[in-house]
């Protein structure tokens, strides 16, 4: 009979503990990694409710502002004032807009309707007309209307754009340079939203808000009242409020664009 070396059955009883002790450390690792996923998981869906509660207050906290300027419009006005207030403004149309050719930065190509704007390689870029309205350092460009009364209204489509801004400015915006005067968003004559690497803020006189946006919208909306002093950014998908702005405007105001990246176009209803 062959009778096992004792040395021989404690090696590999050694062997089976080396083999076992791997296979549990590799259990373990898998687990610990399971856990971490789950966790980030957990993490992620846990800031993408806290994203979308912001959002929802933020919405909600503009539609009451609105609701208590009309309880307070109906509870102060007699109703003379009232059938007067209440005459329908013509808001302007999307379709009218167009940019300023003669505002638009060398940095950039107009569509021949003059309703793209698109950011264009030091290749593909051309020597401009000189125009004293025209950006020539920045990637700006002015619509071809102002507006000092009234509401209006234009939607912007941005989609594959991955650095624009979109507002409103006024006419004494600098237009030579490199300097924050001729920057949009960085001076007291600009306001807008702004969208780069990813994302969303809103910017008026070097001062930054930060947006928190589930999604960027491929549209967006800017609706400006006059009288009320108020300037709305908004999703037309969503029909939901990106950001409201309220200043007290003292002179005509332009639509103003700029784009750093692909194109953006002015759209119809």
């Not at 004792?6 to 062997?15: I, V």
């Not at 125009?131 to 489509?157: I, Q």
């Not at 006189?205 to 108020?230: F, K, N």
Request: hydrophobic share 35%.
């Amino acid at each position: 009979m062959f009778v096992c070396p004792q040395g021989s059955a404690a090696a590999a009883r050694e062997t089976l503990v080396q083999r076992f002790n791997l296979i549990r450390e590799a259990c373990e690792s898998e687990e610990q990694r399971l856990l971490e996923v789950v966790h980030g998981e957990e993490e992620r869906t846990q800031q993408a409710i806290l994203t979308q509660r912001v959002h929802w207050a933020e919405s909600l906290k503009h539609i009451s502002a609105a609701r208590g300027h009309l309880v307070q419009m109906l509870t102060e006005r007699d109703d003379l004032q009232l059938v007067v207030l209440n005459k329908p403004q013509p808001l302007s149309s999307p379709a009218d807009l167009t940019f300023n050719g003669r505002t638009v930065s060398p940095l950039l190509g107009l569509s021949e309707d003059g309703r793209t704007l698109r950011f264009l390689p030091k290749r593909a870029r051309q020597p401009c007309e000189y125009s004293p309205e025209r950006f020539d350092k920045w990637p700006n460009a002015l619509a071809g209307r102002s507006f000092s009364s009234g509401t209006h209204s234009w939607l912007v489509g941005v989609r594959g754009s991955g650095a624009f801004k979109l507002g409103v400015s006024s006419g004494r915006i600098e237009r030579k340079g490199q300097g924050s005067e001729a920057r949009l968003g960085y001076n007291p004559h600009s306001w807008v939203l702004s969208h780069y690497e990813g994302d969303f803020s809103f910017s008026h006189a070097g001062r930054h808000h930060s947006l928190s946006l589930l999604r960027g919208p491929s549209t967006i909306g800017v609706l400006l009242d006059c009288q009320a002093g108020q300037l709305l950014f908004f999703d037309p998908e969503s029909c939901s409020v990106l950001y409201s702005h309220h200043a007290s405007f003292t002179e005509p105001l332009y639509p103003a664009f700029a784009v750093a990246d692909s194109s953006i176009t002015l759209l119809s209803h």
